[in-house]
């Protein structure tokens, strides 16, 4: 008997996993939720594969508290990893209590019959199925992880690319977002945002949004002003209503835009040591120095955050597109002053999820406006502008990065520094809410301070801070900023993506000064195996050493998520006219087993995609008092004539265990983009994002250092 | 309280089908879309027509409904995302985009769905360069332009061979 996965250990009930319907169906249950990443189509594939039925058989039922067992929050790259290894114990356990059921009704052995997509036959030719005995099968049985699932190579629908199950649906028109749902008697809420961060309510005449018709409530508590109306078109007039009737005090708390690096070097912070690695070694030929930083990103979903909150004798119901319905739950739960067990979230699909955005927020608001129509749903979507200036932010960062080199100029010591926010937030996990709101009532809560995962469960600011080449000493210091002027949160890859832009540059430059080529200078200090697979495959793809166009660069990066997740390499071509171009990109991942070929090669793609956006137009305006809250035309983010080519190799490695596909290409794809710059015009650009003015602005500066 | 301004009537042809719905004076195309006529494929993304995710066609052009009065469709023929598989037959381009499992989260899916087929019904043969500079005005944040890219250019070759086999 092997340990219960962590999942099944808090969740072992089989049946919270899955039942059997007896219209020949089976649903399956997870804490996990789709987020337009695809996991419930590879969760469905697992249960597929244990339980020996057609794929189509499985439905997957979206997560509800109280029926769903609770795996926390759907991040960190880890739901297949997670959710994944509890399914496939739990439906391997679950077909051997069947058939075990089976074979005392028929008093035969279990191992004399045969399975056929959910029907059991014995030899003697009697049959039952899943669907009549499943049930009582499993019922009250606790997992025990005695039935060792699957082996490799008895897979057969596990390690295939199938279609998503969700996609046909998008495509025809027949899905149903949570923007979508209508529910009896729902009213529509709006929030007045404050118009800065660290503004307060000084006075509000109500009275001209209250008396719009169709205007069901005002609410306000504190500095939270919120409407609620029979449409969202009354609700948004009477918004504006209250906009020109607000009077706020505002302060101007916010660190200036153009030195983001000064102020995170200078803000109180908490100093951890990540790495240290520094016995001995002799002295030092040179030190070869270098600083990196990034703005603060938006999480710029196309869809705007929404929920619907109803109340009923004191009980709340929720539905929201959360990446933690159980999370959400318990900050609510706090805000409220109300026993968990008296509220019920319940998860819809909404916006492409990139991390803590303001799905949690947006359920706040409606709760707290539902509270004044008590009996009726209230819908609450927020606006263009509040998206892009109110969900939580990937926090700005500032990199140091040294490097003692000998005569010959290979690496005696590398040192590195991370001054930033934390890099999560996320509800359900302190005694304080983190919901938006939450700080903004009359009685408030304090404002939640950005936390760091320890760096062993793959950290935030450091994660991946740790140079994964075998240089003799090592130290990785990690100052996490104390103040928060800028509501941040988990953003994708969270500070992965700028340390490995930071790296892996910097390494660049250390082969550079060497004279020696980038790639073969990595391969030279790499010894991980899967690592030189994934580097040299996507070198391959990418033609690495063949000649190349004017005005093209090469580069190439590459990181292992976490330092314990997904191996992935980028090589990327750019062309440099009056703008930067990312004119390909070849990457090679490695999730060890893949379950869904096609669906890790999308999420990479994706990843890719959007960290190209980040790597090239990016950050978060915003001035001493106020964040910009114009919408798209503050916040541009890559099209589609901009998007480069992206060719994805999937290395199937069925026998190593499943990890995350979702964050692994965001670092490498920077660094790439970043190596492929200097290589087409020998500047480095070590600020995000690399925009033209950056690239112009450097140019001049070494042209005045050399004249 | 003031009184609410009184309902309009607005009459139009949906997806092949003539509609009335009532509405308020003010409203806009994807107000009457995704509230009386109960077609919620078409999608809010910003209300400012910048994002493209509410993109239907109005008489076989790409409009913004999230800013087009209602009452200018009145009279118009409007297709949505819905009206492109009526009666349960996917068109070719959304057969395309499901063998190029050409979405993410998918909310962005239905404005581009939308241009593309207005693109196709102009142009048989468009090149890559083409499509793009055709799908610019929408936004994706998931990452999946390629595979749009791909199924619109895939979606031009069924049909081009389509043609060539019924003639």
Redesign the interface.
């Known amino acids: 008997m092997s340990a219960l996965p962590t999942s099944l250990a808090k969740n072992p009930r089989l049946g919270q996993w899955l039942r059997f319907r007896a219209e020949g169906v089976v649903e399956v249950r997870s804490g996990k939720v789709e987020?337009?990443?695809?996991i419930l189509t590879t969760l469905a594939q697992i249960a597929a594969e244990e339980l020996d039925v057609a794929l189509e058989r499985i439905a997957m039922v979206p997560a509800a508290t109280g029926s769903s067992p609770d795996e926390g929050v759907t991040s960190g790259s880890l739901s297949t990893q997670d959710s994944g290894t509890a399914l496939r114990f739990a439906c391997a356990e679950a077909r051997a209590l069947c058939l075990e059921a089976a074979a005392r009704r028929f008093g035969v052995s279990a191992a004399s019959l045969r399975l056929a997509d959910g029907d059991i036959h014995a030899a003697d030719g009697r049959r039952t199925s899943y669907w009549e005995i499943g049930d009582a099968a499993i019922e009250g049985r606790d997992a025990t992880a005695s039935i060792a699932p699957k082996a490799a190579d008895a897979r057969r629908i596990a390690g295939r690319s199938v279609?998503?199950t969700?996609?046909?649906d998008?495509?025809?028109?027949?899905?149903?977002?949570i923007?979508?749902l209508a529910l009896p008697g729902m009213l529509h809420g709006r929030v007045l945002r404050p118009p800065s961060p660290g503004a307060t309510l000084a006075s509000l005449d109500e009275s001209a949004a209250?008396?719009?018709?169709?205007v069901a409530a005002v609410v306000r508590d504190g500095s939270f002003v919120g409407v609620v109306a029979r449409?969202?078109?009354i609700a948004s007039a009477a918004i504006e209503r209250l906009r020109a009737a607000a009077r706020w005090n505002e302060l101007a708390a916010l660190p200036d835009a153009s030195r983001l690096d000064e102020w995170l070097r200078s803000a109180p912070r908490e100093t951890t040591v990540v790495a240290d690695r520094t016995a001995g070694g002799p002295r030092p030929a040179r030190t070869l120095k270098a600083s990196f930083t990034r703005p603060y990103l938006a999480?710029?979903?196309?869809?705007?955050s929404c929920a619907i909150a109803r109340w009923e004798d004191g009980a709340l119901h929720v539905h929201t597109h959360a990446q933690g319905i159980y999370n959400l739950r318990a900050d609510l739960a706090i805000v409220f002053a109300m026993p968990a067990e008296r509220i019920v979230v319940e998860h819809v699909?909404?916006?492409?999820?990139?991390g803590h955005n303001g799905a949690d927020d947006v359920a706040l608001d409606a709760a707290l406006l539902a509270r004044a129509v008590d009996g009726q749903p209230v819908r609450v979507?927020w606006?263009?502008a509040d998206e892009l200036a109110w969900s939580p932010f990937g926090p700005a960062m500032a990199i140091d990065l040294e490097a003692d080199l000998d005569d010959a100029g290979e690496v005696l010591a590398w040192r590195g520094a991370t001054w930033s926010n934390g890099h999560t937030m996320r509800p359900g996990r302190a005694k304080i809410p983190t919901l938006l709101a939450a700080s903004q009532l009359a009685t408030p809560f304090e404002r939640s301070l950005c936390v760091d995962p320890p760096f062993a469960s793959g950290g935030g600011s450091q994660r991946n801070s740790v140079p994964a080449y075998d240089f003799p000493r090592v130290r990785v210091e990690c100052h996490r900023v104390l103040e928060m002027p800028l509501r941040a949160s988990a953003l994708r890859s969270l500070g992965a993506f700028a340390n490995v832009f930071a790296i892996e540059g910097f390494v660049d430059e250390i082969a550079h000064a060497r004279g020696e080529d980038p790639l073969a200078w990595r391969l030279r200090r790499v010894s991980d195996s899967r690592a030189r697979a994934v580097i040299e495959s996507a070198a391959r793809r990418a033609g690495w050493g063949s000649a190349k166009r004017e005005g093209f660069g090469r580069g190439i990066g590459w990181a292992r998520y976490k330092g314990a997740g997904a191996y992935c390499a980028v090589a990327a071509e750019v062309e440099l006219t009056h703008e930067v171009r990312v004119r390909r990109l070849c990457i090679a991942i490695d999730v060890g087993f893949a379950v869904n070929p096609?669906g890790v090669a999308?999420?990479v793609?994706?990843?890719?995609?959007?960290a190209t956006s980040w790597t090239l137009k990016e950050a978060v305006r915003f001035d001493r008092t106020r964040v910009a809250a114009d919408?798209?035309?503050g916040y541009p983010?890559l099209?589609?004539?901009e998007?480069p080519?992206?060719e994805v190799e999937v290395l199937q490695r069925v026998d190593e265990p499943s990890v995350g596909a979702g964050e692994a290409a965001q670092g490498p794809t920077a660094a790439a983009i970043g190596n492929a710059v200097r290589d087409a015009i020998g500047v480095r650009i070590r600020d995000l994002p690399i925009t033209a003015g950056r690239i112009a602005a450097a140019a001049l500066a070494e042209e005045t250092e050399t004249a | 309280m003031t009184h609410e301004p009184p309902m309009e009537t607005v009459s139009l042809r949906v997806n092949g089908r003539d509609r009335e719905a009532r509405v308020a004076p003010d409203a806009t195309l994807i107000e009457l879309l995704r509230g009386p006529l109960e077609l919620p494929a078409t999608r809010f993304g910003c209300g400012t027509e910048r994002c493209g995710a509410c993109v239907v066609l109005m008489d076989g052009s790409p409009i913004y409904s999230c800013t087009l009065p209602a009452a200018a469709a009145a009279g118009r023929a409007v297709t949505t995302l819905e009206g492109l598989s009526e009666g349960g037959n996917a068109s070719p381009l959304q057969r395309a985009l499901i063998a190029e499992q050409a979405a993410q989260c998918g909310y962005c899916l239905s404005g581009i769905a939308m241009r593309a087929t207005a693109l196709l019904a102009r142009h048989r043969d468009p090149s890559e360069d083409e499509v793009r500079a055709a799908l610019d005005p929408h936004l994706c944040r998931c990452g999946s332009h390629n595979r749009m890219v791909r199924a619109v250019l895939r979606a031009a070759r069924e049909m081009r061979e389509s043609e060539g086999t019924s003639a």
């Not at chain 1, 999480?299 to 705007?304: D, K, L, R």
Request: proline letters at 3%.
């Open positions: 987020l337009g990443q695809g279609p998503r969700d996609l046909a998008k495509v025809l028109g027949h899905a149903r977002f923007h979508d209250q008396s719009l018709a169709g449409s969202e078109a999480h710029a979903s196309v869809a705007p699909q909404g916006a492409g999820c990139y979507q606006t263009r096609d999308n999420q793609e994706g990843g890719a995609i959007q919408g798209w035309e983010i099209t589609f004539s998007v080519r992206v």
